[in-house]
């Protein structure tokens, strides 16, 4: 379970986020909405450690990880996918996925020029266990084509993918659906399912299609301006009017509507 | 006669290609698969000349020198002391975005070439290191010495080549060029994004140190006209721009074919008359232009584009 308390973080004059206090609990799927511009983003990266806050701290299962740097996050289980996709757009899909395994002797300098040897055995499970997520994924045939020739939403299956070769805890999706057509959006939300069910994989969603949060999310947060607006089932959410002003500004809509 | 002078013309061609090959394959190693823009690579390559000619001349005029050791023990020192210097700047500069760290390169090149020229109790300044040794110089005379060098050479590119080949299959590669293709999602991954970035800045410098090293044996004497950086820095981009960033063998043979351009051409201008001849290398440099306009135009990736290592060895079908 990963838990905010007061966190706050300002670039320069502008605070992107204020007090934010909410939790991830374990084994759900918690959704985080809002409007653009409220801080979803920068809460994200501050729990994925790629921002530091400015004050306020992050616990994953009690442990404070508040200035854990990001490289180290993924060994604690915590790993995220990106808004925009982060492939590594010149090596090919299959090594997208096996730079992701656990790597840690063959990523010894000294082992990689005069001890090869020694990996090959860590080699083959990250090859298989990379062919195993791309064909849980349905993208095995794609195996050797090179990772920026993918369309848009390969490339976040392909990040989803990246995020499965360990054994992850807590997975952060950052709009895991922006710029996804339908169909693959709901085969996307469908794995997310599965990992869930199957795995009890926690995740937390930064998404704007409420429908689709609605679907997936167990328990959703709503920041606005900075800071959390309120937590809470999606039902409840959506009878929230705070929640409805903030999304759509307000009364404008329940004019059109009159 | 004419045989024998062309067949040592390809000799001393394919010496100093050789040299070239192995700054080159030590750029593949920071830009190609780390994405390291060194643009201060004529800093190492004199700091390795310099400490192999120190180490291992015979005599000194007026600097310190004149140990007397052998050619190992020299390349052995340039490895060290290029190593630890590319780990300081490492330290510093590595992580930088690309075009900053091209800066910081050329600015630290031209400290280290300033230090060369005006330090002269340690590099005899603009006069330069003279008495260097040639490996293997007590055996082997004349002509035969010239065969014996070209070998020696080659034996360090394939030695560059084969460390270059099994870093860029490892586990340790991979990595490498998931940071170079996208740093915040490598972090995301776990990988220690400044450890590995230092470490392949050090191994580029120790690489293109001996390639200096190699070149101070191959002249016997260097002073820093040698270290210009439009002889190392700018030739060797060419070359690997052309030969194909991201393969050892496009490294390699863009150093063949630069040089072949650079060194021929040599040659042609000869014979122009002689008020042409005054511009001869301005000439030249328009040619290797050219040349990496048509390389590009027609190879985008260079000759020899990247290839992602085979992984065969890991199906099983």
Same mark, same amino acid.
């Given at each position: 379970?990963?838990?905010?308390?007061?966190?706050?973080?300002?670039?320069?004059?502008?605070?992107?986020?204020?007090?934010?206090?909410?939790?991830?609990?374990?084994?759900?799927?918690?959704?985080?909405?809002?409007?653009?511009?409220?801080?979803?983003?920068?809460?994200?990266?501050?729990?994925?450690?790629?921002?530091?806050?400015?004050?306020?701290?992050?616990?994953?299962?009690?442990?404070?990880?508040?200035?854990?740097?990001?490289?180290?996050?993924?060994?604690?289980?915590l790993?995220?996918?990106?808004?925009?996709?982060?492939?590594?757009?010149?090596?090919?899909?299959?090594?997208?996925?096996?730079?992701?395994?656990?790597?840690?002797?063959?990523?010894n300098?000294?082992?990689?020029?005069?001890?090869?040897?020694?990996?090959?055995?860590?080699?083959?499970?990250?090859?298989?266990?990379?062919?195993?997520?791309?064909?849980?994924?349905?993208?095995?045939?794609?195996?050797?084509?090179?990772?920026?020739?993918?369309?848009?939403?390969?490339?976040?299956?392909?990040?989803?993918?990246?995020?499965?070769?360990?054994?992850p805890?807590?997975?952060?999706?950052?709009?895991?659906g922006?710029?996804?057509?339908?169909?693959?959006?709901?085969?996307?939300?469908?794995?997310?399912?599965?990992?869930?069910?199957?795995?009890?994989?926690?995740?937390?969603?930064?998404?704007?299609?409420?429908?689709?949060?609605?679907?997936?999310?167990?328990?959703?947060?709503?920041?606005?301006?900075?800071?959390?607006?309120t937590?809470?089932?999606?039902?409840?959410?959506?009878?929230?009017?705070?929640?409805?002003?903030?999304?759509?500004?307000?009364?404008?809509?329940?004019g059109?509507?009159? | 006669?004419?045989?024998?002078?062309?067949?040592?013309?390809?000799?001393?061609?394919?010496?100093?290609?050789?040299?070239y090959?192995?700054?080159?394959?030590?750029?593949?190693?920071? $830009?190609?698969?780390?994405g390291?823009?060194?643009?201060?690579?004529?800093?190492?390559?004199?700091?390795?000349?310099?400490?192999?000619?120190?180490?291992?001349?015979?005599?000194?005029?007026?600097?310190?020198g004149?140990?007397?050791q052998?050619?190992?023990?020299?390349?052995?020192?340039?490895?060290?002391?290029?190593?630890?210097?590319?780990?300081?700047?490492?330290?510093?500069?590595?992580?930088?975005?690309?075009?900053?760290?091209?800066?910081?390169?050329?600015?630290?090149?031209?400290?280290?070439?300033?230090?060369?020229?005006?330090?002269?109790?340690?590099?005899?300044?603009?006069?330069?290191?003279?008495?260097?040794?040639?490996?293997?110089?007590?055996?082997?005379?004349?002509?035969?010495?010239?065969?014996?060098?070209?070998?020696?050479? $080659?034996?360090?590119v394939?030695?560059?080549?084969?460390?270059?080949?099994?870093?860029?299959?490892?586990?340790?590669?991979?990595?490498?060029?998931?940071?170079?293709?996208?740093?915040?999602?490598?972090?995301?991954?776990?990988?220690?994004?400044?450890?590995?970035?230092?470490?392949?800045?050090?191994?580029?410098?120790?690489?293109?140190?001996?390639?200096g090293?190699?070149?101070?044996?191959?002249?016997?004497?260097?002073s820093?006209d040698?270290?210009?950086?439009?002889?190392?820095?700018?030739?060797?981009?060419?070359?690997?721009?052309?030969?194909?960033?991201?393969?050892?063998?496009?490294?390699?043979?863009?150093?063949?074919?630069? $040089?072949?351009?650079?060194?021929?051409?040599?040659?042609?201008?000869?014979?122009?008359?002689?008020? $042409?001849?005054?511009?001869?290398?301005?000439?030249?440099?328009?040619?290797?232009?050219?040349?990496?306009?048509?390389?590009?135009?027609?190879?985008?990736?260079?000759?020899?584009?990247?290839?992602?290592?085979?992984?065969?060895?890991?199906?099983?079908?």
């Amino acid at each position: 379970m990963i838990q905010l308390e007061n966190v706050s973080k300002r670039f320069g004059g502008l605070t992107a986020v204020h007090n934010c206090s909410f939790s991830i609990p374990t084994g759900q799927i918690t959704g985080v909405i809002g409007p653009n511009g409220a801080g979803k983003t920068t809460v994200f990266n501050m729990i994925a450690g790629l921002l530091q806050p400015s004050s306020g701290q992050i616990f994953l299962d009690g442990e404070d990880i508040t200035s854990l740097p990001a490289h180290k996050r993924q060994s604690k289980g915590l790993y995220r996918t990106f808004q925009l996709a982060h492939e590594f757009s010149r090596m090919t899909v299959v090594e997208n996925l096996m730079v992701a395994a656990d790597s840690s002797i063959g990523e010894n300098v000294f082992n990689a020029i005069f001890r090869p040897s020694i990996f090959q055995k860590h080699e083959h499970a990250a090859y298989d266990k990379a062919m195993e997520t791309l064909r849980f994924l349905e993208i095995e045939k794609l195996q050797d084509e090179l990772a920026g020739n993918l369309s848009g939403g390969q490339k976040k299956l392909l990040e989803l993918g990246r995020t499965l070769m360990q054994t992850p805890k807590v997975i952060l999706l950052d709009e895991i659906g922006a710029g996804v057509n339908r169909s693959l959006l709901s085969k996307i939300a469908v794995k997310i399912q599965q990992l869930n069910d199957d795995f009890g994989y926690t995740f937390c969603l930064i998404e704007h299609d409420l429908d689709y949060v609605s679907r997936l999310c167990d328990e959703v947060v709503v920041l606005a301006q900075a800071t959390v607006l309120t937590t809470g089932t999606i039902d409840k959410i959506k009878r929230d009017e705070r929640v409805v002003e903030a999304y759509f500004g307000g009364g404008k809509y329940e004019g059109a509507h009159a | 006669m004419e045989l024998s002078g062309l067949f040592f013309y390809f000799v001393s061609f394919l010496t100093m290609a050789g040299i070239y090959a192995v700054i080159c394959l030590a750029l593949n190693i920071q $830009w190609g698969f780390g994405g390291l823009f060194n643009a201060g690579i004529a800093g190492f390559y004199a700091i390795g000349a310099y400490s192999a000619a120190i180490i291992t001349s015979t005599a000194a005029s007026n600097n310190v020198g004149g140990f007397q050791q052998s050619i190992f023990v020299g390349m052995a020192v340039a490895a060290v002391i290029a190593g630890l210097v590319g780990w300081g700047i490492a330290r510093l500069c590595v992580s930088l975005k690309s075009d900053y760290l091209a800066m910081a390169t050329i600015g630290i090149a031209e400290i280290i070439r300033l230090i060369i020229v005006n330090e002269e109790w340690l590099t005899n300044g603009s006069l330069g290191v003279s008495n260097i040794p040639r490996p293997f110089e007590g055996v082997f005379k004349g002509q035969t010495a010239e065969i014996v060098f070209v070998l020696f050479v $080659w034996m360090i590119v394939l030695l560059t080549y084969f460390i270059s080949h099994r870093l860029h299959k490892s586990p340790w590669g991979r990595a490498l060029r998931a940071i170079r293709d996208n740093e915040d999602a490598a972090e995301s991954i776990g990988k220690d994004t400044h450890s590995f970035r230092t470490q392949t800045f050090v191994i580029g410098a120790i690489f293109m140190a001996l390639a200096g090293a190699l070149s101070a044996h191959y002249f016997k004497y260097f002073s820093p006209d040698a270290t210009e950086p439009i002889l190392i820095t700018f030739l060797a981009w060419v070359m690997l721009i052309a030969g194909g960033s991201g393969n050892n063998k496009g490294a390699i043979a863009g150093a063949l074919i630069v $040089w072949a351009i650079w060194s021929m051409t040599e040659i042609l201008t000869g014979f122009l008359p002689s008020e $042409w001849a005054t511009r001869s290398s301005y000439m030249r440099m328009l040619l290797i232009g050219l040349f990496l306009q048509f390389v590009l135009q027609r190879y985008r990736s260079g000759l020899l584009p990247e290839r992602a290592p085979k992984l065969d060895k890991l199906r099983r079908s």
